[in-house]
């Protein structure tokens, strides 16, 4: 169910070999566990030179149309409308974490004893990212 509902999203957020390019990139964090530029690289299942793959998960990254309002925001929402009624209570969580220079804002749902994470910034992170 959640799986359909994302990969629905992306197929119309993204191009073809984008969305096909991310699935192996998703495959390749699954197996190496690891959130590494280099890293993930290496383990993509593809026959073109290291750099020409590590250049290529950057491009994708890099993507207008692979932002938090365009891919994680419509999951949610349809998510969201799957599980609740309009009439069901919903908590909301939000947390600061504050590691000297580090600040990070994250507000996230709670259900079932669970938090699902529904939005976050991180000034420093964001930015070093890519």
Same mark, same amino acid.
Not at 41 to 47: K, N, R, V, Y
Not at 122 to 128: E, F, T, Y
């Given at each position: 169910?959640i799986?359909?509902?994302y990969?629905?999203?992306?197929?119309n957020?993204?191009?073809?070999?984008?969305?096909?390019?991310?699935?192996?990139?998703?495959?390749?964090?699954?197996?190496?566990?690891?959130?590494?530029?280099?890293?993930l690289?290496?383990?993509?299942?593809?026959?073109i *030179?290291? #750099?020409?793959?590590?250049? %290529?998960? &950057?491009?994708? !990254?890099?993507?207008?149309?692979?932002?938090?309002?365009? @891919?994680?925001?419509?999951?949610?929402?349809?998510? *969201?409308? #799957?599980?609740?009624?309009? %009439?069901? &209570?919903?908590? !909301?969580?939000?947390?600061?974490?504050s590691?000297s220079? @580090?600040?990070?804002?994250m507000?996230?749902?709670?259900?079932?004893?669970?938090?699902?994470?529904?939005?976050?910034?991180?000034?420093?992170?964001?930015?070093?990212?890519?």
């Open positions: 169910m799986a359909k509902l990969q629905k999203i992306l197929q957020q993204l191009r073809h070999t984008a969305y096909l390019f991310l699935n192996l990139m998703v495959i390749s964090l699954q197996l190496i566990k690891q959130v590494k530029l280099d890293v690289a290496e383990s993509i299942p593809l026959p *030179l290291l #750099e020409s793959r590590r250049r %290529k998960v &950057r491009r994708l !990254l890099r993507l207008k149309n692979f932002t938090i309002e365009t @891919i994680w925001f419509p999951c949610i929402r349809a998510l *969201l409308e #799957e599980m609740f009624n309009p %009439k069901d &209570r919903i908590y !909301l969580v939000i947390d600061r974490t590691w220079v @580090i600040n990070i804002l507000v996230s749902v709670v259900y079932d004893h669970r938090a699902w994470p529904i939005y976050w910034e991180h000034p420093i992170l964001a930015s070093c990212l890519i």
